[in-house]
């Protein structure tokens, strides 16, 4: 088992799990993070942390197709080790829904 990050985050990027990390799995696009699924230890440390809720175990129902997203991002992304500030919109964006389809695009984790 290893810990994803989903559409949860896009738009917000809150780093308060990036701080508890003991590994420095996290990575980071424009809009949202992501976990290198082979260096997370699975330690679940960062699951409480996210205040929208973005972290998930990829055991949970529709985690397979973020567990890819997790690893074919953290490949390009650059590693972030400590916490910065949030998106300006982030406490708007946190009930939004279909963010993956409005904001992703692979090549640099933005969109529209």
């Known amino acids: 088992m290893t ?7 896009i738009n917000c990027k809150y780093t308060d799990c990036v701080e508890v990390c003991p590994v420095d799995c996290f990575y980071e696009g424009e809009n ?5 699924p082979d260096e997370c230890i699975d330690c679940g440390v960062c699951e409480p942390e996210c205040p929208p809720e973005a972290i998930l175990p990829d055991s949970e129902p529709g985690a397979e197709a973020w567990l890819e997203v997790n690893r ?3 490949e390009i992304w650059p590693n972030i080790g400590q916490r910065i500030d949030p998106m300006p919109n982030a406490e708007a964006s946190q009930g939004e829904t ?3 389809e409005k904001y992703f695009t692979k090549a640099s984790g933005t969109g529209n």
Do not use: A, D, F, Q
Not at 3 to 9: D, G, L, R
């Open 72 to 74: 074919e991002m953290s």
């Open 98 to 100: 279909g963010k993956y």
């Open 3 to 9: 810990y994803i990050v989903n559409e949860n985050c």
């Open 32 to 36: 949202m993070l992501v976990i290198h």
